[in-house]
């Protein structure tokens, strides 16, 4: 019996890390190899504090939170700007250095040997040693670990994490500091795995290296992936399937270490087999647990938004809303933009036109802050916006769109448009915890906002279902919902109508002159020139980083000068 | 203290050099295809297991041996990239997600050693060990083969890969794979190349370790640890830098028993590499890409 109730009790620590991993690597995507090491430095501080500080049991708890935390918080900075291979490797290497460090800082950790005679935690007047008295607390761990791990990855916070995961360019350019997230991401998720390391230090009365080995590392990896990544549920399924379930070999009545490896067999092939065949792992992301309401709007209620909202300041808002002066910028040998300057007027349509090539992607760059320039000013409505990131630039009311789309392919179309709306409270853990009623009151009016702007667009009806599935013009209209969604009102947008044909054309030319109405400030780049002459009141014409003509577009397209660059004709 | 320091220095070069031949095994892969092959580790030990049969069970002699474990090898990491890499790339799968199946293989593969031979470490009998000193440092006749054999093969596989048709294509893919395709050059005839080439070295350089350190089911993972940390510090997708990157690390793990005692070997390598990541990500010798 006391074997089954440990066995709960293991599926119940591994729920907790693999639940803390999900966040990391679920939601924001970041592959962490050194979740064991986390688990580790939980557990040590713990067993020190509570032999050594004779601190009580759940005081020790707080004082491995916050350690973890913080040594996650610090080591997150070299992790910050890598991803793919180079994160999975970085995070090895710190795993490999805490467990060498356990191994080898034998003052502090006792080395090999390990910490013995932990105290037993007392609570309520109980000291628990067996498994039956430990499992109450452990399942109230779980459960408030859960909690917490559904809470953030249902919240807006968990949404602004799938966007980091999803596209970090994409992500600044609606105005949310990927920085900001993935560290308070690391922080969250150390400061959960030390939750059950106080706990399965106590537990166990003894711990040693062994238990935060590389091993362990890829065993939560591949139990979080396999159970399904961004779905809370899904690692409690992991764990009791991979936990729980192998324990059942026992009964093969085998030696131990040949049943150690038929599961570690079983496990390896699955993850092979999965990887093919089911990559979403037993529940997949989109899958609901309780009910709830799905992410398909009940009847689309979403009234078209005010969208004029900021053109009552517009009487008196400086004009242009937008200037840039002398603009430069090199990369090695090419001139990308050579002393560029431009205006936007208030409440106008811009055009950037010339031939591939001549930078017109680059002046959009330099404007929101993806490029730093070499030289020169950008001025946002009097405010010098110049070297500030891109995300702060979207804040102050300039925002972009891209050539390439890039939604947040694995969200729904409306957490794609909801993701973008600034300021709100259940971005923050603050309110998400503490002022749950706020974030949830701001969430429901924020879905409204949402639903407007998709309306506004035209695919409200389709706000259920996930980005990479709509068709590519469809995409772009999203993408245009989401720009407007960060309520800035200068819109800076790179091809709009490229790559759809005439029908989606006309719907978004469409578009753009009711945003103009509404007050906006609106730039485009843009190859087609029917496009550009039907919208645009403005019109620079750019060749190999330099502006070369400016005027009405008809003006333009009439040079004949202008006409052979644009189209390749001329002979030199 | 001189004479520590020409020892370990020597120490250095030689498990240096087959970390170089191990992270060019890996490199040569890695670059090329961009999967991170993490059952790399599975090549060697299945390769070792090879060799440790082939001479101890069935009395083969030992060169016979490392022709085997090459041989082994190469068809091992032929079988991985049809099997299970290529099959992935056909459903669009996701670099984690190809990283994790290599895992899982690995994680398979050393079971299935373990149960078919068991946990206990075999030996690799047949070759005459004995001790060579060359002025102030002494080494053994394993570790003169290490050195000989590295060098041999590194300087083999980069005369093949600048002076042949095959090793200038792996390169182009090695450095743009839509421009190498543009030229006619099939990456999935590429792919297979340089899985066959590198599980090759890998069984080579598998068996040469075994040599000193006996073979047990879990002998892959360290040394290919060790091919990431050179590939990483020498420069993804440079040859030449994950020779240096194999001879530093070499260095520095032996030359640092100069100031920190010997059971700290193991983090120095990692510390390297976690510095590197950090403040020079594209490696030494790497080009600097965004």
Redo the contacts between chains.
């Keep these: 019996m006391d074997f089954w109730l440990h066995v709960l009790n293991m599926i119940g620590l591994f729920a907790i890390l693999g639940l803390s991993l999900n966040l990391l690597l679920g939601y924001a995507g970041l592959?962490s190899m050194a979740h064991a090491a986390f688990f580790g430095v939980g557990a040590y501080a713990t067993a020190l504090t509570a032999r050594d500080l004779g601190l009580p049991f759940p005081l020790t708890m707080v004082a491995a939170i916050v350690f973890t935390t913080i040594l996650a918080g610090v080591v997150t900075f070299?992790a910050l700007?890598?991803r793919?291979?180079?994160l999975?490797?970085?995070t090895?290497?710190?795993q490999?250095?805490i467990y060498?460090?356990m191994?080898?800082w034998v003052d502090l950790t006792a080395?090999r040997t390990g910490i013995s005679a932990i105290p037993r935690p007392r609570l309520l007047g109980v000291t628990l040693v067996t498994p039956a008295q430990f499992l109450p607390l452990v399942l109230a761990c779980a459960a408030g670990v859960f909690t917490i791990a559904y809470r953030i990855g249902e919240s807006p916070l968990g949404r602004i994490l799938k966007a980091v995961r999803d596209d970090e360019a994409a992500t600044l350019a609606i105005g949310k500091s990927v920085l900001h997230y993935k560290v308070l991401v690391f922080c969250v998720s150390g400061g959960l795995a030390a939750v059950a390391a106080a706990l399965f230090a106590h537990y166990q009365a003894f711990i040693n290296p062994f238990s935060f080995n590389?091993d362990r590392s890829?065993f939560l990896?591949?139990l979080v992936?396999l159970g399904g990544t961004a779905n809370p549920l899904g690692t409690v399924v992991g764990a009791i399937v991979f936990v729980g379930l192998p324990e059942l070999l026992r009964f093969l009545q085998a030696r131990q270490?040949?049943v150690d490896?038929?599961?570690?067999?079983?496990?390896?092939?699955?993850?092979?087999l999965f990887?093919?065949f089911r990559?979403e792992g037993f529940v997949p992301e989109h899958a609901r647990g309780f009910g709830w309401a799905g992410a398909t709007p009940a009847g689309a209620s979403g009234a078209i938004p005010d969208l004029t909202g900021s053109s009552e300041v517009a009487a008196d808002a400086p004009d242009p809303a937008l200037s840039a002066r002398n603009l430069r910028k090199r990369f090695g040998g090419i001139t990308a933009a050579d002393d560029l300057s431009l205006a936007l007027p208030r409440g106008k349509v811009t055009a950037l036109v010339g031939p591939n090539g001549a930078g017109k992607t680059t002046v959009f760059n330099l404007l929101t802050g993806f490029l730093i320039p070499d030289g020169g000013t950008v001025e946002l409505g009097g405010t010098d916006v110049t070297r500030r990131a891109p995300w702060r630039t979207v804040r102050l009311g300039l925002a972009r769109s891209f050539q390439d789309v890039r939604l947040f392919e694995r969200m729904t179309v409306l957490d794609n448009v909801l993701a973008a709306i600034p300021d709100q409270p259940g971005e923050r853990l603050g309110p998400l915890f503490f002022a749950p009623r706020r974030a949830a009151e701001a969430e429901r009016r924020n879905r409204e906002k949402a639903l407007g702007y998709l309306a506004f667009v035209g695919l409200a009806d389709r706000a259920g279902e996930v980005a990479s599935s709509l068709a590519f013009g469809e995409q772009k209209l999203v993408a245009l919902a989401r720009l407007i969604a960060t309520e800035a009102d200068v819109l800076l947008l790179d091809e709009p109508a490229s790559g759809v044909d005439l029908h989606w054309i006309r719907r978004i030319l469409d578009l753009i002159r009711r945003l103009v109405a509404s007050g906006k400030t609106v730039c485009i780049v843009e190859h087609n020139l029917e496009v550009v002459t039907a919208v645009a009141d403005h019109a620079y014409f750019m060749e190999a980083g330099r502006i070369i003509a400016e005027g009405r577009p008809d003006e333009l397209m009439a040079d004949r000068r202008l006409a052979e660059i644009y189209f390749g004709t001329v002979r030199r | 203290m001189l004479a520590l320091a020409a020892q370990l220095a020597a120490n250095g070069l030689i498990t240096g050099s087959l970390y170089a031949l191990l992270g060019v095994s890996w490199g040569l892969i890695f670059a090329t295809t961009r999967i991170?092959h993490f059952a790399h580790a599975l090549t060697l030990t299945v390769a070792v297991y090879a060799a440790v049969v082939a001479v101890d069970r069935w009395g083969v002699g030992l060169p016979a041996g490392f022709v085997l474990a090459a041989a082994v090898g190469c068809l091992f990491g032929l079988a991985t990239e049809r099997v299970?890499y290529r099959?992935?790339r056909r459903?669009d799968?996701?670099?984690?997600?190809?990283?994790?199946?290599s895992?899982?293989?690995?994680?398979?593969?050393?079971?299935?050693i373990?149960?078919a031979f068991g946990?206990q470490a075999r030996e690799l009998p047949g070759f005459p060990i004995s001790g060579i000193a060359l002025g102030p440092v002494a080494f053994t006749t394993t570790e003169g083969l290490w050195l000989l054999a590295s060098w041999a093969l590194l300087l083999l596989l980069i005369g093949w890969l600048w002076w042949t048709r095959y090793g200038r294509a792996i390169r182009a893919v090695a450095s743009n794979r839509e421009l190498a395709q543009c030229v006619g050059i099939d990456p999935e005839r590429i792919s297979l190349l340089v899985f066959a080439v590198g599980s090759a070295l890998v069984g080579v350089a598998g068996t040469l370790l075994a040599l000193r350190d006996t073979a047990s089911p879990t002998i892959g993972?360290q040394p290919v640890?060790a091919a990431?940390i050179a590939v990483?510090l020498g420069g993804i997708g440079s040859v030449l830098g994950a020779v240096l990157g194999g001879l530093i690390l070499g260095l520095a793990e032996n030359m640092g028993a100069l100031v920190l005692?010997g059971?700290?070997q193991?983090?120095i390598?990692?510390?390297v590499?976690?510095l590197v990541?950090?403040f020079r990500?594209s490696g030494l010798l790497g080009v600097r890409t965004r």
């Excluded at chain 2, 799968?93 to 199946?101: G, K, M, S």
């Excluded at chain 2, 895992?103 to 299935?112: Q, R």
């Design positions: 592959v070299p700007r890598v793919g291979e180079y999975i490797l970085l090895l290497a710190f490999m250095v060498g460090l191994l080898s080395g590389l890829i990896v591949a992936v270490d040949i490896a038929i599961r570690s067999l079983v496990f390896g092939l699955l993850l092979v990887m093919r990559p | 991170f299970v099959p992935l459903v799968a996701t670099q984690l997600n190809i990283f994790l199946a895992l899982g293989l690995l994680i398979a593969g050393e079971s299935a373990l149960i946990p993972v640890l990431f990483f005692p059971h700290w193991g983090v390598a990692f510390v590499l976690f990541l950090i990500p």
